[in-house]
């Protein structure tokens, strides 16, 4: 089945600890995209990719890092500079930069303790 | 700065009747207006696109408008079930602001009472 796969679901890190999140699709498409949903608010896009080994921040970039190395994977680190990090992370991804439906995958839900 | 606003309030609607969302964005014109469901606790799933030269576009019991005088979306479900319960989010383009993104608001939960 092609998707969009997250992983893990949960996750459940100590105040002061990087963690990376997995996003991997084999949809074969371009661009990705990560995104932090907090509950009542809309999706906030932290930095999105349109072709391998080049991406771009996005609105609340600071307190995160990325890398597209290759074009199934775009994993996200959390860092310890996120003042905020407990929240509901989103990957997504289209076909190119030209097209703007996304395909999102489950969802992993950090907690930061 | 660009805004969407949906309704905020949840939506409350019989079963069988339309239930009708609403997207108003303001100091901006997108070329493609979406919709997306999201469910509780999983990712977000397109709907439909519409461009801004289509006032309407139909997939199923699905019904979208696009209106840029008024800079308004309605997002219309027919003959609704409570399976059409959930969070659903409208989302613009941002490629007239030379913007490979798009912004999402922050959706409006629709709930069909059996």
């Known amino acids: 089945d092609g998707g969009i796969t997250q992983s893990p679901k949960y996750l459940f890190r100590k105040e002061g600890q990087n963690v990376t999140l997995s996003c991997e699709q084999n949809?074969?498409?371009?661009?990705m995209y990560w995104y932090r949903q907090d509950p009542g608010q809309g999706l906030r896009l932290i930095y999105y990719?349109?072709?391998?080994?080049?991406?771009q921040k996005g609105d609340i970039a600071e307190g995160y890092s990325v890398s597209r190395e290759k074009k199934e994977s775009f994993p996200l680190t959390v860092t310890s500079a996120q003042k905020n990090p407990t929240a509901f992370y989103l990957c997504?991804?289209?076909?190119?930069?030209?097209?703007?439906?996304?395909?999102f995958g489950p969802g992993t839900r950090l907690t930061v303790t | 700065s660009q805004k969407i606003e949906q309704n905020s309030e949840a939506l409350n609607i019989q079963e069988g009747k339309t239930a009708t969302l609403t997207c108003n964005y303001t100091n901006y014109s997108p070329a493609y207006l979406q919709w997306y469901r999201q469910d509780p606790g999983r990712g977000p799933v397109f709907l439909l696109l519409?461009?801004?030269?289509?006032k309407e576009k139909r997939k199923e019991r699905l019904k979208v408008t696009f209106n840029t005088t008024l800079k308004q979306s309605l997002f219309h479900i027919t003959a609704s079930q409570p399976a059409d319960s959930a969070t659903y989010l409208c989302a613009l383009d941002m490629s007239r602001n030379r913007d490979d993104k798009i912004i999402f608001g922050k959706g409006t939960r629709l709930h069909i009472l059996p």
């Open positions: 519409i461009r801004e030269n289509e």
């Open positions: 997504a991804s289209s076909i190119d930069r030209d097209s703007y439906e996304q395909y």
């Open positions: 949809l074969n498409h371009d661009a």
């Open positions: 990719s349109q072709i391998v080994n080049d991406f």
